[in-house]
């Protein structure tokens, strides 16, 4: 199978029909490619252009392209400009050769113009496009009080603008790579190149050509196919769609995947500490990042343990609970019919339903879905007596908990695992949850993220700006992450 795929692919780069020098052959050409007369806003002009009295036609997507610019800045300079050049004539800001009728065919594809001329074995891609998208607006799901608010769009060159706007460096790169057979896209990388790690730029862009598939429309998907474990329950690829914490990263030596349609940009390699951390934790001053960390780590805790931790104790080690708070437990529990463990499971899995109700149902209506799921049901539960009341309070610290989580595969993950710890408990204690937590670990640490391990810089070790669990005072930050091999690893001198 893989060596079908490979010939598949070496057979489309290998492919390549050359433009004729015959205006009416490519003419030809390009109306059986784009199916013209059938295709209603696949368009054509031809005209006569006049710096060198030849036949020209012009060829483009009305529906996807900016029609003024390219009446005043394309074909009314043709039509009355003489010169020697065609790049003296046209007043588009770049006009790129094409030898091929393959390019030519994506380049359209893309929203530019492509323009043939008689006589002439090349044709010249101008780029007029103007695909509808959002304007910039507030990130949603990566909201911060203090700091910047804007968040990515789903124009990649609106994307792109954002973080030039914050990075104002010449060593700024933005390379691009086309991926796909039938739809051609372009995935943009964006590096420091000064400081970016070769091999790593080298690794990503090979993982990139060695996708075959017939097309990758966003980043969302692009991200599942260039991750090394897609079974795997922890995330190796970080997903922001704020452009402040995409430049922050590019600073440090990382690299940035953009494509258009996507308002979200993938951030390789990362660590552990890359989901954990959110973009306020530096813009609060010291004392206020690391207070907002510590409850964070706090939530991380409960999230995973508590309800586990509550089944283990209540179930096999009740000689560790207060003979007082015992006997209110056992009160509660007196004429629940259901075993603790199936209690608790009921209760989690009733939270995850109401929170997806919330995330699917209209937004006017999700407040209310919320409060009725949480308050009016879980009520009617406890005095139905399905669950005791102190499950309630369990259930929902876990469930609360897992919001304070910035990173949403992340929150995927702590959500899962949860279940495991739970059911773990349940069937051996704490020996159990214990041994769990213990595999959990030992799984966490054998994870790469394109060969960089999971939990640098703590284990192993490597020079950092020491900003994981805690962050230091930013006049204290002299390092860049020692574990990305970068060619300037220093940030400040000390």
Known sequence: MKNEQGQRKNKSKDKKSPIHDNLSVNIEEMKQAFSYGLNKDFSMRTLKAKFNESNACLFYYSSIVAGERIDTHIIKPLLEQTSDKLSNIVTIGSVQEVTDLETAVQNINSGKVILFID????????????FEHRSVSKAENESVIKGPQDAFTESLNANISLIRKQIHNQQLVNEGVQIGQRSVNEVNLLYIKDLV????????????ENISVDSIRNIEILEQHMEE?????IPTILYTERPDKATAFLEDGYIILLMNTSSACLIVPVTFWSFYHSPEDRYLRFLYGNFTRCIRLLCFYLTTMISATYVAIANFHSEMIP?????????SRERIPFPLLFEILLMEIAFELIREAGVRIPNPLGPTIGIVGALILGQAAVEANIISPIIVIVAALSGLSSFAIPDLNMNFTVRIVRFVFILAAGSLGMLGLTGALLLFFMYAASIRSFGVPFFSPITPNFVSAKDTVFRKVLKKEFYRPGYLDLKDSQKREK
């Open 323 to 331: 003979p007082d708070l015992l006997l209110a437990i056992t009160a």
């Open 229 to 233: 474990r897609p079974y795997s329950l």
């Open 197 to 208: 790690n070769s091999d790593l730029l080298a690794n990503i862009k090979k993982r990139l």
């Open 119 to 130: 006589q002439d074995p090349a044709a010249y891609a101008m780029d007029v496009a103007e």
